[in-house]
């Protein structure tokens, strides 16, 4: 059962690191979707501190289209937003062979594009304060895989 993670236009440098880092940890794929809001040319890589870089699982897209294209091969996707009608545990995540968990970029989100597309596929975090708008990027890949490491680990003891 295979963990794909893939980030939409991410912004920022730190968190895709942290996100490579959870994947590297649970052997999940991660893709990023271009434009990106950094280089990951190694100098700043480097300055981020992804000396592990190198032995992430890592796919580089040019665009999303070019993507969704290959998306049917990897998988069931799931797509995280504040906008999510149900929350992620009311969802079948990792229940398939193939599970992909799809977040947007730091500050907007996913393009409101895929929201009309794929709503039924929408899953979103419980936030109990009214004060927070939402949770850190790599927070969220993190709370995300593991919940499905969980659910496959569950499927996997009985069966």
């Known amino acids: 059962m295979s963990i794909h993670v893939v980030l939409v236009h991410p912004e920022i440098h730190w968190n895709t690191g ?3 880092r959870t ?3 649970t052997g999940a794929t991660l893709h990023l979707i271009e434009p990106l809001g ?3 040319n190694e100098r700043e890589v480097k300055r981020a501190g992804l000396d592990y870089w190198e032995h992430v699982d ?3 897209w040019k665009d999303w ?3 969704e294209a290959e998306l049917p091969t990897l998988g069931e996707p799931w797509f995280f937003s504040t906008k ?3 929350t992620f545990w009311d969802a079948p995540l990792g229940e398939t062979d193939g599970t992909v968990l799809v977040f947007g970029r730091e500050t907007g989100g ?3 594009a895929l929201h009309t597309k794929y709503a039924d596929r929408f ?3 419980p936030m109990y304060s009214p004060a927070i708008r939402s949770l850190n990027l790599s927070t969220s890949v993190a709370i995300g895989v593991y919940e499905v490491l969980r659910r496959q680990r569950g499927l996997r003891a009985t069966s």
Do not use: D, I, R, Y
């Open 18 to 20: 942290n996100a490579g």
């Open 23 to 25: 994947c590297l940890a």
């Open 38 to 40: 950094f280089s990951l």
């Open 58 to 60: 890592l796919h580089v």
């Open 65 to 67: 289209e070019t993507f």
């Open 84 to 86: 999510g009608t149900q």
């Open 110 to 112: 996913l393009p409101p």
């Open 123 to 125: 899953v979103t975090m």
